[in-house]
Each structure stands twice: as C-alpha cells, then as structure tokens.
C-alpha cells in the first residue's frame, strides 16, 4: 500500500543535532531552575519530638536504680546450684501472699 502526498512530495530535512542539543540542554535548564525554585520555597522540614509519660519516666528511673544495685554473686551462685541440683523448694504459699502484699502497697489496697 502506497501513501501518497506525504511531506507534499519534498524530501525530507536532514535532522539539526545542533538544534536540538539546545533545546535540550534549554529543558534542562528549566527543570533545574524549577527544582531550585522548589527548594528555594520549601519550608524546613519539621522535627521530630518524644515525651514520655509521668509513669514511664517513674519506670526509667526506677531501672536505672535497679541497675546500679549491688548484687551478691555468692548468693546467685548458690541458688543456681540449688536449683540445678533439685534442692530449691518454692514456697508457693508465701509467694502468693508477698504478691497479694506487694500488690496492696502498689494500688493502696489494705491485705
């Protein structure tokens, strides 16, 4: 199939890479004074910010003191061995009623 009158007959016109490499690097130039605009107006970013609690700054307090709490190795190291060996006995009575005590003083109930 033939198409004719294209180009009204002429022959085509060779491509003018001068030209557009000008028009190129002109649409770059446009795009980054565009960007530099964009940056020129943004307003500065927002900063992030944290506040803890009443209760979770109780809590880190309370870590950090049981952190610096002297401890009796000699006291963790025989009650591993007890507990490995089988001899540690719990108490769950006594247990029980510490929590329950414990729990009272936390909450201000009376046990």
Same mark, same amino acid.
């Given at each position: 199939?033939?198409?004719?009158?294209?180009?009204?007959?002429?022959?085509?016109?060779?491509?003018?890479?001068?030209?557009?490499?000008?028009?190129?690097?002109?649409?770059?130039?446009?795009?980054?004074?565009?960007?530099a605009? !964009? #940056?020129?107006?943004?307003?500065?970013? @927002?900063? +992030?910010s944290? $506040?803890?609690?009443?209760?979770?700054?109780? *809590?880190?307090?309370?870590?950090?003191?049981?952190?610096?709490?002297?401890?009796?190795?000699?006291?963790?190291?025989?009650?591993? !061995? #007890?507990?490995?060996?089988?001899?540690? @006995?719990? +108490?769950?009575? $006594?247990?029980?009623?510490?929590?329950?005590? *414990?729990?009272?003083?936390?909450?201000?109930?009376k046990?």
């Amino acid at each position: 199939m033939a198409i004719n009158n294209v180009n009204s007959g002429a022959p085509k016109a060779p491509l003018d890479n001068t030209k557009i490499s000008n028009q190129q690097q002109q649409n770059q130039g446009a795009v980054q004074q565009e960007v530099a605009n !964009k #940056a020129a107006t943004t307003t500065a970013p @927002r900063q +992030d910010s944290v $506040s803890l609690t009443q209760s979770a700054q109780q *809590l880190n307090q309370v870590q950090k003191k049981s952190a610096e709490a002297p401890i009796d190795q000699e006291k963790v190291d025989k009650l591993k !061995k #007890a507990i490995q060996s089988g001899e540690y @006995r719990v +108490d769950a009575d $006594s247990v029980a009623k510490k929590i329950a005590h *414990l729990e009272g003083q936390v909450f201000g109930l009376k046990s």
